[in-house]
């Protein structure tokens, strides 16, 4: 079976840039299927069930949601624990969580909205803004999270900057001499506000300005690109990996039919039986006539699992 990563992505993607950077820095070959930045995306909905957020992993038969997943996946190809956000305690696991929280949001909230729709234009022109900022829109609008704006997300926003800059002072990343998944969970809030705004980042920052451009020099690793064709034939070629053991108690639910979605937004479900529950994640089986059994992976954190 191939373990190379096939990752479902639209170049825009914060979350995506996340794990791009991570491939780069462990110099992993990879495939890249191009997403559209909302749904429908024909692409890859039919491996992971309708899963609303982007990006998505896929090796054979294995579809990965949430970069939680997606970066444990790419510690295990580069035999880096380093990137497992499983892993991540102390100050690297405080950073994850703030940096994926309110700093998260406050990224695109502290932008001024005309210079945000400017942005939009150049990347996806005048139709795809307005599908967009609709999408988002509705996504928002069933959240379980109010995302900061304005004045709130600006203070957010210059509480996170300064932050960093005192943390690099006298080091080279966030936690020591070497990258974790703390910088590149630091880094990508960061990349989106960059793009969101045009702009890079105040040179007063000069710690941070250095370590925005440490995190990307080595690129994203070497890019395949392929079409969806080859990653659903990717799928259909393979059976699913053997699957995960759990430890401690089992997980009453194994077996039996279950719905999985996010808790904050996007809270699409998806459909399946429950094959596996480890302490961070939870595996769903789903059985279908174009690709035959595919298991779609899922994190316990920030995921409600109930039985269908």
Known sequence: ?????????????????????????????????LSPPQPPRPNVDPLSGGYRRIPIGQIGADVFCDTFVIAQEVARLADAPELDPERATGDASAILEHAEGDVFFAAIGSVAPLTLLGTLLRTVGPFGMVQFALDRARMVQGANVK??????????????????????????????????????????PLWLHVASRRQPLDARYANLVRWYARMQAPGHGTREELDAER?????????????????????????????????DYGTVPVAGTLVAATASRYVVARE????????????????ALTEA
Do not use: C, N
Request: proline share 8%; glycine share 8%; charged share 25%.
């Open 1 to 33: 079976m191939s373990e190379t990563l096939i990752l479902h992505h639209y170049d825009a993607s914060p979350y995506a840039e996340k794990i791009r950077l991570m491939l780069g820095w462990k110099g992993l070959h990879w495939q890249s299927v």
């Open 147 to 188: 995302p900061p704006q304005g004045g709130a997300a600006r203070s957010i926003m210059k509480a996170y900057l300064e932050d960093l800059e005192g943390r690099l002072a006298d080091r080279d990343f966030l936690t020591g001499d070497a990258p974790t998944i703390a910088d590149f969970a630091a880094f990508h």
């Open 231 to 263: 990653a659903f034939e990717a799928a259909r070629a393979a059976k699913p990996r053997p699957l995960p053991v759990a430890t401690g108690d089992a997980d009453p639910r194994v077996g039996r039919r279950v719905s999985i979605a996010p808790t």
């Open 288 to 303: 279908t006539d174009r690709f035959g059994t595919l298991h779609v992976h899922f994190p316990q954190r920030g995921f």
